[in-house]
Structures are given as C-alpha cells and as structure tokens.
C-alpha cells in the first residue's frame, strides 16, 4: 500500500494548518474588500502568507500581520498630516521647496512617520521573540532551585539582540524612506499642472502647461518602491550579520 507525501511543513498536522490558513484568508479578505489588493496580489499574499505563517519562529508572522493592518491605517494618518503640514516638502535633491506630491519630496513630518512605522516594525519583531520564548519555557516550581521555567526563560532572553532588532526596524523605516525619496527625485519624472496646480502624470489638457519638476523618466512608482525595499531589506539583513555575529 503506498502512502502519499504530505504537503504541509514537517511536523504540522492539517488541524495546525488551519490558522495559517485562516490568517490568509482574513488577509486576502480584507485586502480585497478595502480594494488595496488586486486578484494577482491576493493570490501572491495567499503564498507569502502560508509559507510564513506556518514557519517558525513566527516573528516573521507577526511582522507580516502587523505591516499588513498598520499600512493603510498609517497611510491615512500620513494623509491627514500632510494637510497639517502648512509649508511645501522639500526635494531632497536640491533642497528647494517643491509642489505637494513630488516624487522626491520630503517633510518632517513624513520622516517622523517613516521613523514610526519601522519602530512599530523592530518593537513587534522584539515583543513576539519575547512571547515565543516565554511561552516555549514552561514555568514549573522546583522546591529546591526555585522558578526554573522563569530561570530558562530569563536566561534565553538577549537583551543586545532584542535592541538591534528595534533600531534595525526604526533605522530601515527611515533610511528605506530617504532612499525611495532619492530614487523619486532622479530617476522618476514629475511633473506639474499650471491649470491645475497639481503634479500630474497626464498628457496636458487644452489650455494647460505642463512643467518638468524633477527627475527622468526611467521608473514608475511601483519600481521605485520594490527597488528600495530590495535595496533596504539586503542592506539591513548584510549590515545585521556583519554586526550580531
């Protein structure tokens, strides 16, 4: 009688499977019903997902979850203090004051929420080591030696490492930030409507003129973003290594 491979991660049990599964589905769910995903980006989430969620340690898991509901919330929050912002960004170029909305444009403001989210980001990494240690030393009382599950856990814990990962995640949201300004402000183009004071990526209207702000027109804005995100995510991992050990 021959027996079938299974497919699930060694050492999971298809009712273990199942929470992965259901984060996904919440995921999907949710990314589609708020239209921040498209049916390829769904189904590519729905793989990213389950291949992280049913990993352990499951830092990667929470850091996942945590982005994926903080991004657009966070997105709203930036909108919101973008209008709190009275004075124009500043092209990180030049430093000239230029339109709202220019590839390249940057503020305290937007550097402070960069900075937050990638705190938000390290702090999450730090708390579910912490929660998966704890959890996997059970505290048991021994009449002799005291706590020795507080013990195992107290002596697992690296007080050097956890700090790495919230100034790697406040770092890496900054610098990723300042990185994706600069690629914004060079290697994709702006441009701005005299008509309708705004930046615009549209052929010029009847009586409009169209004026060039910054950069060429080599990338969109999807490619300047996976390029800094790839930039960013190889530096940090390098820079982690070459650092903890």
């Known amino acids: 009688m021959s027996s079938s491979k299974s497919l699930l991660p060694a050492g999971m049990s298809p009712a273990g499977f199942l929470y992965p599964a259901a984060l996904c589905a919440f995921m999907v769910r949710h990314g589609l019903t708020k239209k921040s995903l498209a049916p390829s980006g769904a189904l590519a989430a729905t793989f990213v997902g389950i291949g992280t ?16 509901l903080s991004s657009s919330k966070l997105t709203k929050w930036a909108s919101e203090l973008g209008i709190l912002n009275k004075s124009w960004p500043t092209l990180i170029t030049t430093f000239k004051k230029v339109p709202p909305g220019t ?36 505290i048991s009382w021994s009449s002799g030696n ?13 007080f050097k490492f956890l700090g790495a990962l919230v100034l790697a995640g406040a770092g890496a949201g900054l610098f990723g930030s300042l990185l994706d300004s600069v690629l914004g402000a060079t ?14 990526y ?7 003129e169209i004026k060039a702000i910054s950069g060429l027109d080599i990338l969109d804005n999807h490619q300047v ?20 050990f």
């Open 187 to 200: 290697v994709q183009k702006s441009n701005y409507s005299t008509k309708k004071k705004v930046i615009t």
């Open 202 to 208: 549209k052929a010029p209207e009847k009586d409009d």
């Open 53 to 68: 969620f049913t990993n352990s340690p499951y830092v990667f898991g929470s850091i996942l979850l945590t982005f994926y």
């Open 146 to 158: 005291g706590l020795t599950g507080l013990d195992t856990f107290t002596g697992s814990l690296n």
């Open 225 to 244: 973003n996976f390029f800094s995100s790839l930039i960013i995510a190889v530096a940090t991992g390098y820079l982690s290594l070459k650092t903890l």
């Open 103 to 138: 590839n390249g444009g940057v503020s305290p403001l937007g550097l402070g929420a960069s900075l937050g989210g990638g705190l938000l980001i390290g702090i999450t990494a730090a708390i579910s080591i912490i929660v998966q240690l704890a959890v996997e030393a059970p």
